[in-house]
């Protein structure tokens, strides 16, 4: 899948399940859970060793089913290891210049997290065509992408913390174009992370014509 391919997936599917986790088996009950509410974007998080081995099994057992990326890469070595396991794009919680080159290089989605406008414009004049807000997203809500947007109307913006179903309403108003979820996407079992699945699609279907 091409790079502007899987922009455009993350952006029509209006939703990212943020995973951490430690095992295959594990990740496959989430991986299906999410499925039951079309939520086929993942990201797993290299704050987990094995993160690697886990996107390559998905990888390989998913296949096209699925839209998997690497999250919490801090530099140009986590994100090449990534990559080399079927990464399909790659998430950072700050902007680094090295990981922003490799990326470019390899023709890979960046979504580094950034708190400031400065932040962001240093992040789009280096490649970026995607950026996370993050951790301000869990700070100040909502509002903060149309803060965000005033100056940079055409910016894509994942948001990170601070959704739930009963507000995701408010954030598709405010202009997100893509909204990471964790816990509700993540804990429990299936059948609960499945219900959490369906329950945001719809919140989805209802709030974007």
């Known amino acids: 899948m091409k790079k502007r391919e899987i922009i455009a997936r993350i952006v029509d599917e209006k939703l990212m399940a943020i995973v951490r986790v430690a095992t295959f088996e594990r990740a496959r009950e989430i991986v299906d859970g999410c499925l039951e509410g079309e939520v086929t974007c993942l990201e ?91 951790p301000i997203s869990n700070f100040y809500g909502s509002q903060l992408v149309k803060v965000i947007k005033t100056p940079l109307p055409d910016l894509l913006v994942l948001s990170s913390g601070g959704a739930t179903i009963e507000n995701l309403p408010d ?19 299936k059948t609960e992370i499945g219900a959490n699945a369906k329950a945001l699609r719809a919140q989805i279907k209802k709030n974007v014509k």
């Not at 801090?74 to 990326?103: M, W, Y």
């Open 44 to 134: 797993i998080s290299y704050t987990n060793l094995n993160a690697g081995t886990i996107i390559n099994q998905l990888s390989t057992y998913y296949g096209d089913e699925i839209l998997i990326g690497a999250g919490t890469v801090l530099d140009s070595e986590t994100a090449r290891h990534a990559i080399l396991n079927g990464a399909q794009f790659i998430i950072s919680p700050s902007f680094s210049l090295e990981v922003a080159k490799l990326c470019n290089r390899y023709l890979i989605p960046y979504i580094p997290g950034c708190t400031s406008v400065t932040e962001i414009v240093t992040a789009l004049e280096s490649g970026a065509e995607f950026v996370k807000a993050f």
């Open 171 to 189: 954030w598709l108003n405010a202009g997100v174009d893509c909204i990471g979820i964790g816990t509700l996407l993540t804990k429990g079992t």
